[in-house]
């Protein structure tokens, strides 16, 4: 059964700081995603990461994968409060269902 | 060592019946969270405060409130108990930023509304 965890679930930064949220994930799979949610809004995604060592960029948003580690991570630089959210990772599983990790709230402070 | 404590480890109350459930760190944590803890379904966030007086809702606020006043201290009020809020209620606090983001848990409160 795949199990997939993030840490940290929660983290209250100052705007400029740079930070790490971790996805690992127990069992082998070749696609995870990072996805966004404002309060009270739907999900909104990010990244799609389709292999090892794939590492995609928007703004001050980077996210890499590592299969073999099976660890993701989502990489804040510089950080702004626009950028406050929860951001979930999922892993898709041999099932092509997105297992959830319990997601890691945000909040960056001016 | 970080010491969180709850006021209670046991409490039972009755239907319709306000109940206070407090928690105190003494670490100067700014982060503090309240969270309820079911079979079967993980920890679910009801609130967090991260500051003084300043909350923010969880997922499952509905027929909760919480108070910060001082910064070591973070309450949870159930204003009318009801059967569905029995749960083990826990506590939580964390530093700001980069270096201090793991939790530190309170002992939880078991309570059971009759």
């Known amino acids: 059964e795949l199990k997939v965890e993030q840490n940290p679930l929660f983290l209250s930064m100052q705007e400029g700081k740079n930070y790490t949220i971790y996805c690992n994930y127990s069992?082998?799979?070749?696609?995870l995603y990072w996805y966004r949610q404002d309060p009270g809004k739907s999900l909104e995604s990010l990244f799609v990461?389709?292999?090892n060592g794939a590492v995609k960029q928007e703004g001050r948003l980077m996210a890499s994968l590592d299969t073999k580690a099976r660890l993701s991570t989502l990489h804040i630089t510089a950080a702004v409060h626009d950028l406050s959210a929860t951001y979930f990772c999922?892993?898709?599983?041999?099932?092509?269902?997105?297992?959830w990790g319990a997601g890691t709230k945000l909040i960056i402070k001016p | 060592d970080v010491k969180v404590t709850q006021s209670s480890r046991y409490l039972v109350k009755r239907t319709g019946e306000k109940v206070f459930l407090e928690c105190v760190q003494d670490m100067d944590h700014e982060n503090m969270f309240w969270y309820r803890q079911d079979p079967g379904l993980g920890l679910r966030l009801i609130y967090f405060s991260y500051d003084v007086k300043m909350k923010e809702k969880g997922d499952i606020p509905e027929g909760y409130s919480v108070s910060r006043e001082k910064k070591e201290r973070f309450s949870l009020i159930l204003e009318s108990a009801s059967t569905n809020q029995t749960s083990m209620y826990l506590c939580a606090s964390t530093l700001d930023g980069t270096s201090g983001r793991e939790q530190y848990f309170g002992p939880g409160t078991r309570l059971t509304v009759t």
């Open positions: 990461l389709l292999s």
């Open positions: 999922a892993v898709e599983d041999s099932n092509y269902q997105l297992i």
């Open positions: 069992t082998t799979s070749d696609r």
